[in-house]
């Protein structure tokens, strides 16, 4: 069975420190795709990154980045220079490559607030 | 990308009563998803929805409790019925735009008084 564990329930930082949310995941398959999705206040489930099982190279967005460690089974998300408009609540989550696919098993999630 | 729009957007529901959540799609898709949010919990899927055929529901679903509809290859909608406080959650539809990206909607805010 899948399982995403991400171990930080909530992190409070002050505006312009780093912050890396954890996330760590278990699955005997070695296709798998993962995500992280933000969730801010009003609900919606903002899609912010995949990344499939054959690649390992790390990602850049803007002040996001991702770093994907399949010997460690991780895939932990950075937030550079943090905002107030960072503050949500952020899930990683797996899904199997397949017939599996768009079932997406979802961490518990991680709390982030960002104060001025 | 997907974009994905939901009705209603919220709503207050009286126990023993049902409510239908339509989901709508802007480009055809032929595979949709049906999520709950429990207050303060992560997502739990409820359904995978294919036109065409019934409704696949995970464990702990069944159809009579929450049937789904999916008469084409952009919309569905997903009934709570007989509804009780413990269904209070947010119902978000889902779809997999292939290339491993899935999208969600913006969510139907349920209140079960």
């Known amino acids: 069975a899948q399982k995403v564990t991400q171990a930080q329930t909530e992190i409070s930082v002050v505006e312009k420190e780093d912050v890396t949310l954890d996330c760590v995941y278990e699955?005997?398959?070695?296709?798998?795709?993962l995500f992280w999705y933000k969730q801010p206040p009003s609900g919606e489930l903002v899609f912010l990154i995949r990344?499939?099982?054959?690649?390992?190279q790390n990602e850049i967005s803007g002040r996001y980045s991702w770093n994907f460690q399949k010997s460690t089974s991780s895939f932990n998300f950075t937030i550079t220079a943090s905002q107030v408009v960072d503050s949500a609540v952020y899930f990683c989550?797996?899904?199997?490559?397949?017939?599996?696919?768009?079932?997406?098993?979802f961490g518990k999630g991680t709390k982030l607030s960002v104060k001025p | 990308s997907a974009v994905i729009s939901q009705k209603p957007s919220r709503d207050i529901c009286q126990r023993g009563t049902s409510l239908t959540i339509q989901c709508q799609v802007d480009?055809?898709?032929?595979?949709m998803f049906w999520y709950r949010q429990q207050p303060g919990q992560s997502l739990t899927l409820i359904a995978t929805?294919?036109?065409?055929?019934?409704?696949?529901?995970e464990s702990g679903f069944v159809i009579d409790k929450f049937p789904i509809s999916r008469p084409n290859l952009t919309f569905s909608t997903l009934t709570v019925s007989n509804m009780s406080p413990e269904d209070s959650s947010i119902y978000l539809c889902?779809?997999?735009?292939?290339?491993?990206?899935?999208?969600f909607g913006p969510g139907t805010r349920l209140t079960v008084t």
């Open positions: 889902s779809v997999f735009a292939g290339l491993g990206e899935q999208y």
């Open positions: 699955t005997r398959d070695t296709t798998y795709y």
């Open positions: 990344r499939n099982s054959f690649d390992e």
């Open positions: 989550a797996l899904t199997l490559y397949g017939g599996s696919q768009g079932n997406l098993i």
């Open positions: 480009s055809q898709v032929t595979m």
């Open positions: 929805a294919n036109q065409g055929s019934e409704a696949t529901y």
